[in-house]
């Protein structure tokens, strides 16, 4: 896709719909019940009629898969399981002859056990320098080096048949990297280049808040780092994280990507405070940053606002993003409540975030109303399940593969009768194909939201303004286009701001706003 002058000046990414593409779970090609390149390129069609602008494609790189991919043995290489690098090459210029632009996962902080490095680090190689090695402490050096904690539960450290621990933030299988070595950041430059020169938009940057750990790798202090484990905010004070120095990978990664003009990077991170947050987005550094605000707000009008403002005043002049889920949290359905008032929640959720300036990032199935499967104990696979002796069952439940048509076990995931975590046997009213003619499904929804948000004007401007509004209710209005996004989160009808409806997220009650329901008006 070519990058005009004009571009430069508004950069395409400024108020995209990103499309969160699971690779795992979004479609598979070839029967084997795991997604590939090739289902995703089918179903091109599909997202093109969505609407959404770019995908974000979960790790596809040659990996045992003990966190499915996020383990990387060879970051420049596909995984057979996948496909090969000739049907990415395909995807990616099928995608841009649909018009949809494509991100890919990097992984800086760790690599996969199985990665050539690790293996002859293990040897004794030099290669141990790219690591984290160090003796353990106590008689004969049993204990590890440090308390520190994995964020999928456990001891972050290993200990090797040597008798030396290695890091691991993530499962042991996830060796931590050594970001003061030179050759680990001389091969992620190599790794930009390769998939920037295969024609990617840019990178989804896994853990950006990790990569450099606190000189000396002193304990953490347990009285300030609480011991979770999975997605959430670490404090400054957490030795394991947001340390100064990760700044300057940015700026290293930032210097590549602007050879690529168009090229943007968006940074996983988790961070507790919007000041630690904002300096991930500084201006030679990422060009955006997740921002969990949404996905950790419970369904409630003051504290949605609340979320919104901290967000746009978190990023200063920098452009804002909105994420309801991810591969890493519950479905957002499930979060408001499951069943019906989950669903009439998300329906109002999904235009509350589509109305706000900035990039919006959809976690693929969000647009089938898809629920968090409750899955039997025997089907789970998250590495977290075992790592805290089944305390924690994991994010299986919030990656199922996507239901497209016709009947269970697979509704069209796959050409056989196989995948890899089972579908639940209520999902045929959440198939695509249920969905594609019914103007009261959610994907109806998101198709005519994301329709208007890219041909109205009223979206135009990046500025809000808030109305007085009851309690339990909300109301912005673009100042620039003039939408108004009005949101009902209390249990009584209210009246609607004066305007001309253009979309609600459930059916409107003459000029009243029902309970649990969105409206954009103008
Ligand atoms: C990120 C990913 C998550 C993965 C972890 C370790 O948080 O989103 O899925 O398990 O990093 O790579």
Redesign the pocket.
């Known amino acids: 896709m070519g990058t005009t002058a004009d571009d430069a000046a508004v950069p395409w990414w400024q108020d995209a719909v990103f499309y969160q593409v699971y690779v795992r779970s979004f479609a598979d090609s070839d029967g084997d019940g795991v997604g590939d390149l090739e289902g995703i390129r089918s179903r091109l069609g599909y997202l093109e009629l969505l609407g959404v602008d770019a995908l974000w494609l979960t790790p596809f790189y040659r990996s045992p898969m003990a966190?499915h991919g996020?383990d990387v043995a060879d970051p420049r290489d596909v995984d057979p399981l996948f496909g090969d690098l000739a049907a990415f090459d395909r995807l990616v210029a099928d995608a841009h002859g649909h018009g949809i632009r494509v991100t890919v996962d990097l992984?800086p902080?760790?690599t996969s056990d199985q990665h050539p490095w690790f293996q002859a680090a293990l040897r004794g190689g030099p290669e141990r320098a790219r690591y984290h090695f160090r003796p353990g402490r106590g008689p004969g050096g049993e204990q590890p080096p440090n308390n520190w904690t994995s964020v999928f539960g456990g001891p972050a450290w290993t200990r090797t048949p040597d008798g030396s621990w290695y890091l691991h933030l993530?499962a042991p299988e996830?060796p931590d990297l050594n970001w003061d070595d030179a050759d680990v950041r001389a091969d992620l430059v190599r790794t930009l280049r390769f998939w920037l020169d295969r024609g990617v938009d840019g990178f989804r940057i896994?853990?950006a808040h990790g990569m450099a750990k606190a000189p000396g790798l002193p304990d953490l202090d347990p009285a300030v780092v609480p011991v979770l484990t999975g997605?959430h905010a670490h404090p400054a004070a957490d030795p394991r994280f947001d340390n100064d120095e990760v700044h300057d990978v940015h700026r290293m990664i930032r210097q590549v990507v602007d050879r690529h003009p168009g090229a943007v990077t968006i940074g996983?991170i988790w961070v507790e405070t919007d000041e630690r947050f904002a300096r991930y987005v500084r201006p030679d550094e990422l060009h955006l940053g997740f921002n969990f605000a949404l996905a950790t707000t419970a369904f409630d009008a003051d504290s949605v606002r609340r979320a919104v403002e901290r967000s746009v005043a978190a990023v200063g002049a920098g452009t804002p993003t909105w994420t309801l889920s991810?591969?890493?949290v519950e479905r957002h359905v499930t979060r408001y409540g499951g069943g019906e008032v989950g669903l009439r929640r998300a329906r109002a959720m999904a235009l509350v975030e589509l109305a706000l300036p900035g990039v919006a990032f959809l976690y693929n199935g969000e647009e089938l109303g898809l629920p968090n499967a409750d899955l039997p104990e025997w089907a789970l696979q998250d590495p977290i399940f075992e790592r805290t002796g089944g305390a924690e069952r994991g994010?299986d439940g919030c990656r199922v593969p996507l239901p497209w048509e016709g009947p269970p076990p697979t509704y069209g995931f796959s050409p056989g009768d196989k995948s890899w975590l089972p579908m639940p046997p209520e999902w045929a009213a959440h198939t695509v194909e249920s969905q594609l003619e019914d103007p009261g499904s959610m994907l109806s929804l998101y198709r005519h939201a994301i329709e208007l948000r890219k041909t109205s004007e009223a979206f135009a401007g990046t500025e809000l303004e808030w109305y007085g509004a009851p309690p339990g209710c909300f109301a912005f209005r673009r100042k620039g286009g003039g939408l108004i996004c009005a949101l009902n989160t209390s249990d009584a009808p209210v009246p609607l701001p004066p305007g001309t409806t253009l979309l609600a997220s459930g059916p409107l009650d003459g000029e009243e706003l029902p309970p649990e329901t969105a409206a954009w008006l103008v």
């Open positions: 966190d996020y992984v902080n760790h993530f996830q896994d853990v997605a996983e991810n591969h890493d994010r």
